[in-house]
């Protein structure tokens, strides 16, 4: 399949400026939310190309902040409103390499949670802000702003506000570093098992990531085991996992009904007593 697209002389406004043309792509498979295409510029550059029905800057942004931590992500070659134009990368995979850049991206630290700006998980605006206090933080910017949603039951709601409210926040770690994570960490989102891709970062704990990085069972062991090898989890942190996860099962809520996953929130509930 050809498609033509303008570069900054031909004045099309979804096309990053200063780029060359698009002269021919081919469709990529996935892609839930946004379209992803391979291309060839008239450069003869192969690249990829990603069009989403939000602006793209935001995870440009966050795919800058992975590169200047070390972590084997595609280059961004252009970003106009809603297209972002990305190196095509590829290679033979190597878990165990990327699970050491993972441990290395999460010893990238910052002084508080959040991010400077909000960005995306799947549909859903990913609220930021800063925050001095992780267990506010997860309840009030990962929990909480899913709580109004329509998809969500409201006795599914009151019980989780119940949680909110004390025990989980207590549950969590107060003070744990604040790592740089890629926000929306499953095999999806791993090209080639080597290069990482389609972030929502933030600053959080790092317990946050790992539990929704098992969350799938999509990655493969070797990944974890090389993880563990440069920074191994707290031993506690089997207790907190389930807890960690109610942000995914929120999330998913909203972008696929609560059949799926009401009554797994509802087990997570159930085994803190909340």
């Not at 008239?42 to 800058?64: M, N, S």
């Not at 107060?174 to 095999?187: I, K, M, Y």
Request: charged share 25%; proline share 10%.
């Amino acid at each position: 399949m050809s498609e033509r697209r303008g570069g900054a002389a031909g004045g099309n406004l979804d096309w990053p400026p200063g780029l060359a043309a698009l002269s021919s792509t081919r469709p990529l498979e996935g892609g839930y939310i946004c379209s992803t295409t391979r291309g060839r510029l008239a450069d003869g550059q192969e690249v990829v190309v990603k069009r989403c029905p939000y602006p793209t800057e935001a995870e440009a942004d966050g795919l800058r902040a992975l590169a200047a931590a070390g972590v084997p992500v595609p280059a961004v070659l252009g970003v106009a409103n809603h297209v972002l134009v990305l190196e095509h990368v590829g290679g033979p995979p190597d878990w165990p390499a990327l699970g050491r850049a993972i441990a290395r991206m999460h010893r990238t630290t910052g002084s508080h949670f959040g991010w400077h700006r909000d960005n995306f998980q799947g549909m859903t605006v990913q609220h930021n802000g800063w925050s001095d206090d992780w267990p506010t933080f997860y309840v009030e910017r990962r929990l909480r702003v899913h709580l109004a949603d329509p998809n969500v039951p409201p006795p599914l709601r009151r019980r989780v506000e119940r949680a909110c409210d004390g025990p989980l926040q207590a549950l969590l770690r107060p003070r744990p570093p604040a790592s740089l994570t890629h926000g929306d960490l499953w095999a999806a989102n791993v090209v080639e098992g080597r290069w990482l891709v389609d972030p929502a970062v933030s600053f959080a704990d790092r317990e946050l990531e790992l539990a929704y990085m098992q969350l799938s069972n999509s990655l493969p062991p070797e990944l974890f085991e090389a993880y563990d090898d440069e920074w191994p989890p707290d031993p506690s942190y089997e207790q907190r996992r389930p807890a960690l996860q109610l942000h995914k099962f929120l999330n998913n809520i909203r972008h696929f009904g609560p059949d799926r996953y009401l009554p797994r929130i509802e087990a997570v509930l159930e085994t803190y007593g909340w």
